[in-house]
């Protein structure tokens, strides 16, 4: 009993964090959904890119049940690291296609197979795996890369949440955001001038 609920807990939460990933994308151009947001070149369209490579290895090949597509490698030179962004030969529609039929696929797998069910991750130190491994480890990869598309969508038009209906804030919250902003960036000063000194200088524009 105890395993079909851990399976099914999982599974409700990686399907959920999913769809917060594709929804980062509504409303955004072309160009800010590719451009780099970081100095590491981190997009929004490249971590669906590579979540859905990303899922479909893990609940692909690890349990034989190999994704039916072909898909570029990260442990392949040749590739050019571009599971983590998306060339200008790749479109959106492309790329969000093919995460939901990855999804598709890796619940083929979750509902087709036991939590306690054996799989292989050559790639890892201990590569014998359960599926509750590859499930846990999943839902990690994929909320940890939904918290990057959280603050690159914010940087971007001031979107945030897990969900489309608080992805904006009223007025008079971004006032109070302001507000608390400014509050945190003096104590931040005060804190790093040390006790019994001025606060930091604010920075000249």
Request: one cysteine or more.
């Amino acid at each position: 009993m105890i395993d079909e609920f851990a399976k099914e807990y999982l599974h409700h939460d990686l399907r959920d964090i999913r769809e917060t990933m594709l929804w980062k994308l509504d409303g955004l151009p072309e160009y800010d959904v590719r451009r780099p947001l970081t100095v590491t070149g981190t997009n929004l369209l490249g971590l669906v890119k590579h979540l859905s490579i990303t899922e479909a290895r893990y609940f692909g090949e690890v349990f034989g049940r190999p994704f039916p597509e072909p898909l570029p490698r990260w442990d392949d030179a040749a590739h050019d690291d571009t599971d983590m962004w998306a060339t200008e030969h790749e479109t959106r529609a492309e790329i969000i296609d093919r995460y939901r039929r990855v999804w598709a696929h890796s619940d083929a797998t979750i509902g087709a197979l036991a939590i306690d069910s054996p799989g292989h991750v050559p790639w890892w130190p201990r590569p014998n795996v359960k599926l509750f491994n590859i499930l846990v480890h999943v839902l990690a990869e994929t909320s940890r890369h939904a918290g990057h598309a959280d603050i690159l969508r914010e940087q971007l038009d001031g979107s945030t949440g897990a969900m489309a209906e608080y992805a904006h804030l009223e007025p008079t919250d971004k006032e109070f955001l302001a507000a608390r902003c400014a509050r945190i960036e003096r104590a931040a000063r005060a804190a790093a001038a040390g006790p019994g000194h001025d606060s930091l200088p604010l920075a000249q524009g």
